[in-house]
Structures are given as structure tokens and as C-alpha cells.
């Protein structure tokens, strides 16, 4: 039921709470003014009963028939007495009573030859003695004072008792301060909660606390169920949000939130990223087995940054698949280009048929093959590893189709590696290769030579092209995916560089860019340890 009628808004539920508060306020004030107010009934009250009790004892108009036995005698002026004594004193009741408590005469003769309450009393003991008694039937505060003959013994007792208001009595007199106490803090919790209403709604975008609760728990179904890794970084370097897949991929584990970024047991490339403010744009880490794309990007409030959200994909199985396909790509345009050059030889070869030149068809089938063994030879000279020696082989015959040179420096030597180096090497040459052609011809560069060694265990590889070389301000950038020199409609652009550094950081190598030495083109060095002769 509750639910059908709670405020939806926070200054209501705030009114709701406040209200519910003043009214406990006001019941609690309300008894302890009751109590209070009987505490001051009985103070101010006893006090007047006990003198009003303790002249009567004291006088010798009544003192004098106790002592001497004639009360019977002078009831009719102890009972006038009495009445006197109460509207004196504003009394309820006033008694005179026997040693036992039988009332003996009454100012009201309601209570004649009744008994008096002597529960808790000590008058009997010859002591004057104040408190609540029942004054048949009300609750009164009363005052008992012995009357004592010149023996010191105890002959009457007098009484004068005075019934406590009633409740309602009491609560007229406590009730007009307590509704303007009750009006006042009304005004101000109405006041309050409206003030308090904008204070958090302006702190909150507007939201209500309902609002507020279900976008905290789309946070954390979000969290929790998104493939990509987010951090967020406040500005002061502490991680205030972090989703599961973000501690897999980055190895976070424990409760990170609000701990600072250099406090944690991260790599350091990943620890930098973190830390840094700055955005970055698909941004390639290696991090153990795993191949990291990571977006970073600010987040500005009122011209300050307040933080930093940071993505994380996981891309190894994507780029071990684009390089895949990158090999395939080339070993097909290598056959295409291989194709088209044998169409034209033979259609070459066909028409001297036609015309009857065979001195001139074994001829040209003579320098055909001899030039085809002499690109094998040049490559084989320098290159043992077969799977690396096809592909420089291949990519010569795709290159001279582009009018380009590919060659083998003489200083190169490469001998059989094994399998896995093998094919990092294959992919990282195929890429450098495919890039310094397109650079070349670009530019009507004619000419790329690549260079192999083994020195130790670490493969050196320096592909040298003819192109238009690469920018001062581009350097940093070259290796991020998605750039290129090429055409923006050109497919799968702004990859082979990528891969080329994935592979590199894979194995704990390097690759750098630098002017050629004429200070044309570009040199793209690069360093592969791990290598193991095959």
C-alpha cells in the first residue's frame, strides 16, 4: 500500500520524513509536557495540601475533640471547618479521620466512615508524610499530618488531598505551544525540502533518486556484460570505474575502484595509457599472448577535464586473421600478376608460331627462363629459408609488373629459420614490401631493396623504398591502424604497418622509420629476437 502512495519526487519523500519526524517529536513533547506538568501539580500542589493538612492538626479547634474524645459532638463546626480549609486552599477533598483512617468527618460528607488511603503513608508513625493517593476513586495528590494528643500519642488524622487534572485538562494547557511549535517546524521542513529538493537536483542533472537507482544498476548490468574493457580515471588518477572484461584483459584483480593507477601491479605501457588524460585513437598494445586496441578519451565539464574513459578491445584472433588474409591477398596478386605475365608470353609465343619464327620463339623461351633463374638465383643467394625466399621471389615478379626493382642487398644473408620465426619474418617482409611499392610508385620511384640478417638470434630486416618518405609529423603515427598513405577508397587500408608492430612487440622486437640516405624515401628497420636456425 505504501508503494501506491509514496511521494515520486525527492522533496516529497523529504516532506514525507520530516513530517513523520515532527510528529514524533510533538507525541514524545506531548507525554514528557504531561509529565512535566504532573512533576509541577504535585510540587506546587503538595506543598499547599501539606500547610492546609498541618494547620488543621495544629489548631486547637479541631486538635481539642480528638484529644478529648468529642468529635460526635463537633461535627458540625470540624465539618464547616473543613469546608473552610478546602475552598481556602483550593482543595478537592478535605478529611479528619480516626488513628486507623476512618474518615471521622469530611468537607463534602461524601467520605464519612470511609477509608482513607494509607498505602505508602507514614503518618501513622507520627510522621507528616505527601503523595499520591486514591481519593475514592481519583487520582489526587494528598498531604497526612497526624494529630497528636500532649502524650505524643496519636489521636486523628488530617487529610487534604486534591485530584490531578485530567487528561485532557492537561493537554489543553500543553497543547497551544506545542501546535505553534508543530506549525513552525512544518513551514520550515516544507521550506527545507524545497531547498534541499533543487540543491540535489541540480547536483543530480535533474534526476530523481528512482532515476538515479535504475541508472546505477544499468551501469552494472552494463559493466558486467560488455565485451570491450572501460576504465574510467577521475582526475585525480584513482580508477573509479572498472568492467570485468577490462580486469581480464588487463589483469586486474581484487577491488581496484578508488585505488590510484601507480599503486597497481599493471604493465607499464598499460599503466601510462591509464594515467595519461590525453585522447588517443585505436591505439595498438601488445600485452603477453593478447594484441590490445585502446581508445582513451576525456571527459570535460565546465572547460576542465574531470576524467578519462579508456576502452579496451581484444584483437589478437582479428589481427592473426587479417594477417592471414594478408598473406593470402598478396600470394593472389602475386599469381594474378604471375598470370598476366604469362598470357602476354604466350600470347607472344603463339603469334611468332603463327608467322613461323621458331629461331625467334626458342629464343624468347631461352631468355624467359633465364631471367626466371635469375630472380630465383638472386633471391636463394641470399635467403635459405624457403618460405621466406618464395615470398621475396614472388613479390619481385609483382613488382616488376608495377615497373618497380625489388632486390636483395648483397650483404643480406638469411639462413633456414624455424617455423614460427619463419613466418613472422614472411609477414613482416610481405607487409614492409607491399608498403614501399605502393610508396614508390606513388612517386614514380622505381626501385625497393630489402634487406636480411641473422645476427645471433635476432632477425635484422631493413626494407628501403623510393617513395615520397614519410612526414616529421607523421612518424608517431604510421604504426596506428587505419593509416596509410594510400587512397581513402582503397580497401583494408592502414593495416600492414599495424601488424608489422604487433608482430614486432609480440616477439620483444622493435620497428623505427627513418629518411633514406639520399634523403629520398623511407627505411623501415626492423629487429625480431627469439630466432632459432632451422
Known amino acids: 500500500m505504501w508503494s501506491r502512495w509514496r511521494p515520486a519526487t525527492l522533496a516529497g519523500q523529504v516532506l514525507v520524513l520530516q513530517l513523520t519526524v515532527l510528529l514524533v517529536v510533538v507525541a514524545v513533547a506531548s507525554v514528557v509536557s504531561v509529565q512535566q506538568s504532573d512533576a509541577d501539580f504535585r510540587d506546587t ?47 478537592g477533598g478535605v478529611y479528619l479521620a480516626d488513628p486507623d483512617g476512618v474518615v471521622l468527618v469530611s468537607s463534602d460528607f461524601a467520605g464519612r466512615g470511609r477509608q482513607v488511603d494509607l498505602g505508602g503513608s507514614t503518618v501513622q508513625q507520627l510522621r507528616t508524610w505527601t503523595g499520591d493517593v486514591d481519593d475514592f476513586g481519583d487520582r489526587a495528590i494528598a498531604a497526612q499530618v497526624p494529630i497528636i494528643d500532649d502524650r505524643g500519642a496519636l489521636v486523628g488524622i488530617s487529610m ?104 597497481l601491479d599493471l604493465d607499464p605501457a598499460v599503466r601510462d595509457l591509464l594515467a595519461d588524460g590525453a585522447a588517443i585513437r585505436d591505439h595498438v598494445v601488445v600485452l603477453g599472448e593478447r594484441v590490445l586496441v585502446v581508445n582513451r578519451n576525456p571527459v570535460v565539464e565546465g572547460g576542465r577535464r574531470v576524467a578519462s574513459v579508456t576502452t579496451l578491445r581484444d584483437r589478437t584472433e582479428l589481427l592473426a586473421l587479417q594477417s592471414e588474409l594478408s598473406a593470402r591477398e598478396s600470394i593472389t596478386n602475386t599469381l594474378r600478376a604471375q598470370t598476366h605475365e604469362f598470357h602476354n608470353q604466350l600470347h607472344t609465343i603463339s603469334g611468332l608460331v603463327q608467322l613461323g619464327e621458331y629461331d625467334e620463339v626458342s629464343r624468347l623461351v631461352g631468355t624467359l627462363s633465364r631471367r626466371r633463374r635469375e630472380i630465383s638465383d638472386a633471391v636463394l643467394a641470399h635467403v635459405a629459408d624457403p618460405a621466406v625466399a618464395a615470398l621475396l621471389i614472388a613479390k619481385t615478379s609483382l613488382a616488376a609488373e608495377r615497373g618497380v626493382d625489388l632486390r636483395v642487398s648483397a650483404t643480406s644473408s638469411l639462413p633456414r629459420l624455424d617455423p614460427e620465426t619463419s613466418t613472422d619474418v614472411g609477414t613482416v617482409v610481405g607487409n614492409l614490401v607491399d608498403n614501399a611499392v605502393d610508396a614508390s610508385v606513388s612517386v614514380g620511384g622505381t626501385a625497393v631493396e630489402v634487406d636480411l640478417r641473422l645476427v645471433g638470434d635476432v632477425v635484422h630486416l631493413a626494407v628501403t623504398d623510393t617513395g615520397p618518405g614519410v612526414p616529421p609529423d607523421e612518424v608517431g603515427r604510421i604504426f596506428r591502424r587505419g593509416w596509410s598513405s594510400k587512397a581513402p577508397t582503397t580497401e583494408g587500408r592502414g593495416v600492414g604497418l599495424a601488424l608489422v608492430q604487433v608482430v614486432c612487440e609480440r616477439r620483444g622486437g622493435a620497428v623505427a622509420v627513418r629518411a633514406g640516405g639520399d634523403g629520398t624515401g623511407a627505411v623501415f628497420a626492423v629487429r625480431l629476437p627469439g630466432a632459432e636456425v632451422g
Do not use: C, K
Open 160 to 263: 487534604v488531598a486534591q485530584s490531578y487534572p485530567s487528561l485532557a485538562e492537561r493537554a489543553r494547557g500543553v497543547l497551544p505551544d506545542l501546535l505553534a511549535v508543530a506549525g513552525l517546524g512544518l513551514g520550515l521542513g516544507v521550506a527545507g525540502s524545497f531547498l534541499l529538493s533543487r540543491l540535489v537536483r541540480r547536483r543530480t542533472r535533474g534526476l530523481e533518486p528512482a532515476a538515479i537507482a535504475a541508472l546505477a544498476d544499468q551501469r552494472e548490468a552494463l559493466l558486467h556484460s560488455i565485451r570491450e574493457g572501460v576504465v574510467a580515471v577521475g582526475e585525480d588518477g584513482t580508477i573509479t570505474v572498472v568492467s570485468d572484461s577490462a580486469r581480464e584483459l588487463i589483469g586486474l584483480e581484487g577491488d581496484v575502484q578508488g585505488r590510484a593507477v601507480d599503486d
Open 45 to 91: 500542589r503538595g506543598a499547599r495540601m501539606r500547610a492546609a493538612a498541618e494547620s488543621m492538626a495544629n489548631i486547637a479547634a479541631v486538635r481539642d475533640p480528638f484529644v478529648q474524645g468529642l468529635v460526635e459532638r463537633r461535627r458540625a463546626s470540624l465539618t464547616s471547618y473543613t469546608q473552610r480549609v478546602r475552598n481556602n486552599y483550593q482543595a
